[in-house]
């Protein structure tokens, strides 16, 4: 048996993981990463890249932010688009300035990536059987294999940042946990090309036919997604298909100025709302997807990561700079107030923009649940204090400090 020691075990080399491990390293706080894939494998899920500026603030902290400030594209705005008809959301001018900025999670993570790699910091890729221990006590532990030896890894605190399906979640007992989910009916089709986007911002579009969006990663590179069935099969698109269908879903201009290409990725990813509280367990706390999925409507999936890698990273600051261990049970309450408003923002801008007609709902007729909706979003698009709840909860609540 190998036997290591750090202060922070980290479970996950995906964004959240790799983010705090650099942030607590720029305090001089000791971390070693478990994943159990290949670091080509992380570097290959493709994902949504619109941050919020504390994700960027905490991107600028950490040290690893010359990529995204010159290749990043700052969004001001963005539209919401009903059956071709455009509202534009002013999301500087609704809120005071504040912004997004549209740069993708593999670009985050390659930078992450190459930031640890150059300081020199542990990370063990493609370990395997990997199961914390102990987590309620003073010294807890992690073991894992790797390259066929047995290892323990000793530390003081645990951040599971292994996404829902990893092991951190489960180590808290079932009856200690209380899981909350909605699963949508319908799933999100995507399609990743190197064409040039429809829009400088962004198209959130309902339709008749079904939800859109068009999305981009740079100006030569887009990401379109579609509403489709749960009974779809990415097999059941051909490119061909897809941006028809696209075209039927956009707003008229935006349909006149697409460019269609061959699609390096196409995918169908199911929409679930899911919190498990608490998030902490003894020294283990669950950080992003291992304790929350949002849908991706509104794009809050990585930020609310990125809230509580924050609030993690404050706390184990002010233990390591302060020797104030209290101050680890505010972990679980302040990440949770943000996830819940991150997960209600998400279930309201799903529910408003896709079409639910001719669907299994257990409440009511799904003819009667569209019209409400239809008139919700209406009445939303209509003012300026309606279009400014969307655009603040859009850019993102500010991350709650520490109680002293």
């Given amino acids: 048996m190998n036997i290591l020691k750090t202060q922070v075990a980290i479970i996950g080399a995906g964004p959240s993981g790799l983010l705090l491990g650099q942030l607590l390293a720029k305090q001089g706080i000791e971390t070693v990463i478990l994943e159990r894939v290949t670091g080509d494998y992380v570097l290959g899920r493709i994902r ?19 990529r995204m400030d010159r290749e990043g594209e700052v969004h001001e705005a963005f539209e919401i688009a009903v059956n071709g008809k455009t509202t534009h959301i002013d999301l500087k001018g609704l809120t005071g300035g504040k912004v997004v900025v549209c740069y993708g999670q593999v670009e985050i993570t390659k ?75 319908f799933g999100w089709l995507g399609l990743l090309s190197d064409t040039p986007p429809v829009s400088e911002e962004l198209i959130y579009c309902k339709h008749d036919r079904g939800f859109a969006l068009a999305s981009r990663r740079s100006a030569t590179r887009s990401r379109y997604y579609l509403q489709v069935p749960l009974t779809d099969k990415v097999e059941d698109w051909s490119d061909a298909a897809f941006w028809e269908e696209l075209k039927q879903r956009l707003p008229p201009q935006a349909a006149a100025a697409l460019v269609t290409g061959p699609s390096l990725e196409k995918s169908i990813a199911p929409l679930r709302s899911f919190v498990c509280e608490p998030m902490q367990y003894g020294r283990l706390f669950l950080v992003g997807d291992a304790a929350h999925i949002v849908p991706p409507t509104g794009a809050k999936g990585l930020n609310s990561a990125a809230s509580d890698v924050a609030t993690l990273y404050k706390i184990m600051q002010r233990v390591y700079q302060q020797g104030d261990q209290e101050c680890i049970s505010q972990y679980s309450p302040i990440a949770l107030r943000r996830v819940w408003h991150a997960e209600r923002f998400s279930w309201w801008l799903s529910n408003m923009l896709h079409n639910y007609r001719d669907m299994d709902l257990s409440d009511m007729k799904s003819g009667t649940f569209s019209r409400f909706m239809d008139s919700e979003l209406d009445y939303y698009l209509s003012s300026d204090l309606g279009r400014r709840v969307i655009a603040e909860q859009y850019v993102g609540l500010p991350y709650e400090k520490l109680a002293d």
């Avoid at 949504?48 to 010359?66: H, K, M, P, S, T």
């Avoid at 294999?145 to 323990?152: A, I, P, R, S, T």
């Avoid at 829902?164 to 979640?169: A, E, I, N, Q, T």
């Fill in 48 to 66: 949504a890249g619109i941050l919020e500026q504390g994700f960027v603030d905490l991107v600028r902290e950490a040290g690893v932010a010359e």
């Fill in 111 to 185: 930078d992450l990536m190459d930031a640890r790699a150059a300081a020199g910091l542990t990370t063990y890729y493609e370990a395997t059987k990997v199961q914390p221990h102990h987590v309620k006590s003073e010294q807890p532990s992690i073991s894992f294999e790797y390259q066929g030896e047995q290892y323990e890894l000793q530390c003081d605190y645990i951040a599971g940042c292994d996404g829902f399906h990893g092991v951190s979640r489960q180590t808290i007992p079932a009856e200690l946990r209380t899981e909350y989910e909605r699963v949508y009916p």
